[in-house]
């Protein structure tokens, strides 16, 4: 794998076309979308901005293009559906996170395919993936983040079904989603957990607007359950499955999230390359400054190798192996150098990278959280050191 701020992706010939139309999709007809509502990141949207893109990403081909071709999608292998969340985060669009399906569509449901019912298919999921519905995932609790076994959301026993009552916070997309992929505690029973799919216009389950996150992006809602009633249909697996199913997912995002980071540090070092080329400083380009040169350099460096280690655990995915603390590391490595990269980023811009609703700026405040989101970076070493101790 060679470096480059715009990668030919040689080692994926047939992705070649798609890479092409993608990169022309977000730098024409999405950027001119997003131009037309005045949208920046901190941007407040509704679900009448979101819904287009999903439809128009549909019928070009990119939303749910990871799933199998019996879904609609072309059955892409993790490195492959890497180098395309990579494009789309490094165009720096503001929607970028709808045009694969990452913001309530099949990138949120796709690890649920293989515990749905046929019924939970045709009425929750396949709507989905078509962008007629949207969904959030909602685990994480005012009092229980990493500690998942803190939660306190519980559901009761009542005739086939069981009432829900809780509270949930952090469920990106919530503010636009028909539906939640819930995880609840058992009542009676303080260590069995499940996995529910619960309607957000159902009688006593209220969405209100979550606290708005470092990032200044509106998509984060809290979901208050009282008594809320699910159906014995609305289980999603079996009783008991939730922490698998709600952890399962965290542990393959935990992968995935890591080629969209990569993308926001490609744009981050290719804004800053431009950026030292035309700015001039004492008689001549800011690039001739060698303590700038060893900046970019550092820069360049720390993307490649997050970069190279990345695909390389998802190439052992794709080859049928767990690379489960390849995994952790690579979260690890790369949540701690995007962040590096981002401050060095605004270090060189200097007054023009901090002003508010600079990219530079966003950039840095949203690589920020990744070194919180999908586990922490001490979580993350945690299950490092548990694996080499065992």
Same mark, same amino acid.
């Given at each position: 794998?060679?470096? /480059?701020?715009?990668?030919?992706?040689?080692?994926?010939?047939?992705?070649?076309?798609?890479?092409?139309? +993608?990169?022309?999709?977000? =730098?024409?007809?999405?950027?001119?979308?997003?131009?037309?509502?005045?949208?920046?990141? /901190?941007?407040?949207?509704?679900?009448?901005?979101?819904? !287009?893109?999903?439809?128009?990403?549909? *019928?070009?081909?990119?939303?749910? @293009?990871?799933? !199998?071709?019996?879904?609609?999608?072309?059955? +892409?292998?993790?490195?492959?559906?890497?180098? +395309?969340?990579?494009?789309?985060?490094?165009?720096?669009?503001?929607?970028?996170?709808?045009?694969?399906? =990452?913001?309530?569509?099949?990138?949120?449901?796709?690890?649920?395919?293989?515990?749905?019912?046929?019924?939970?298919?045709?009425?929750?999921?396949?709507?989905?993936?078509?962008?007629?519905?949207?969904?959030?995932?909602?685990?994480?609790?005012?009092?229980?983040?990493?500690?998942?076994?803190?939660?306190?959301?519980?559901?009761?026993?009542?005739?086939?079904?069981?009432?829900?009552?809780?509270?949930?916070?952090?469920?990106?997309?919530?503010?636009?989603?028909d539906f939640a992929v819930l995880v609840a505690r058992m009542a009676g029973d303080e260590e069995a957990f499940s996995a529910f799919l619960v309607d957000l216009d159902s009688a006593g389950c209220t969405v209100t607007a979550g606290e708005v996150p470092l990032s200044g992006q509106h998509i984060e809602a809290d979901i208050v359950l009282d008594g809320c009633y699910v159906g014995p249909e609305q289980l999603l697996g079996r009783?008991?499955?939730?922490?698998?199913?709600? %952890?399962?997912?965290?542990?393959?995002?935990?992968?995935?999230?890591?080629?969209?980071?990569?993308?926001?540090?490609?744009?981050? @070092?290719?804004?800053?390359? $431009?950026?030292?080329?035309?700015?001039?400083?004492?008689?001549?380009?800011?690039?001739? +400054?060698?303590? %700038?040169?060893?900046? @970019?350099? /550092?820069?360049?460096?720390?993307?490649?190798?997050?970069?190279?280690?990345?695909? $390389?655990?998802?190439?052992?995915?794709?080859?049928?192996?767990?690379?489960?603390? *390849?995994?952790?590391?690579?979260?690890?490595?790369?949540? *701690?150098?995007?962040?590096? %990269?981002?401050?060095?980023?605004?270090?060189?811009?200097?007054?023009?990278?901090?002003?508010?609703?600079?990219?530079?700026?966003?950039?840095?405040?949203?690589?920020?959280?990744?070194?919180?989101?999908?586990?922490?970076?001490?979580?993350?070493?945690?299950? %490092?050191?548990?694996?080499?101790?065992?």
């Amino acid at each position: 794998m060679t470096f /480059d701020l715009t990668p030919e992706h040689a080692e994926h010939p047939e992705l070649h076309p798609v890479i092409e139309e +993608l990169r022309t999709y977000l =730098d024409g007809e999405l950027a001119d979308h997003e131009r037309r509502h005045g949208l920046r990141h /901190d941007s407040v949207y509704g679900r009448e901005v979101l819904q !287009p893109v999903w439809k128009r990403s549909r *019928e070009l081909g990119f939303y749910g @293009i990871h799933l !199998p071709p019996e879904l609609g999608g072309r059955g +892409l292998t993790a490195s492959q559906l890497g180098v +395309l969340k990579e494009e789309v985060a490094a165009s720096g669009r503001v929607l970028g996170h709808s045009v694969l399906g =990452d913001m309530g569509g099949p990138l949120r449901v796709g690890p649920i395919f293989r515990f749905a019912t046929p019924y939970q298919l045709e009425r929750y999921l396949r709507p989905v993936v078509e962008g007629d519905r949207a969904c959030c995932f909602s685990l994480t609790e005012p009092d229980a983040g990493s500690d998942v076994r803190a939660m306190r959301t519980t559901a009761t026993p009542d005739g086939d079904g069981w009432r829900i009552s809780g509270h949930k916070v952090f469920s990106s997309a919530g503010p636009f989603a028909d539906f939640a992929v819930l995880v609840a505690r058992m009542a009676g029973d303080e260590e069995a957990f499940s996995a529910f799919l619960v309607d957000l216009d159902s009688a006593g389950c209220t969405v209100t607007a979550g606290e708005v996150p470092l990032s200044g992006q509106h998509i984060e809602a809290d979901i208050v359950l009282d008594g809320c009633y699910v159906g014995p249909e609305q289980l999603l697996g079996r009783v008991g499955d939730g922490l698998r199913i709600g %952890i399962g997912r965290v542990t393959a995002n935990r992968l995935l999230h890591c080629p969209t980071v990569l993308g926001s540090t490609r744009r981050l @070092i290719a804004l800053t390359v $431009d950026f030292v080329k035309n700015r001039n400083v004492f008689g001549g380009p800011m690039a001739e +400054l060698q303590s %700038i040169q060893h900046k @970019i350099a /550092d820069m360049a460096t720390a993307h490649y190798a997050a970069r190279s280690m990345t695909y $390389d655990a998802l190439a052992a995915m794709d080859a049928g192996r767990q690379p489960t603390t *390849e995994a952790f590391m690579c979260k690890l490595f790369v949540a *701690e150098n995007a962040f590096r %990269i981002a401050d060095e980023a605004m270090q060189i811009h200097g007054k023009a990278g901090m002003v508010q609703g600079s990219e530079i700026e966003s950039l840095f405040r949203r690589l920020r959280m990744f070194r919180v989101l999908t586990g922490s970076s001490e979580i993350q070493k945690n299950g %490092i050191a548990k694996n080499l101790l065992a």
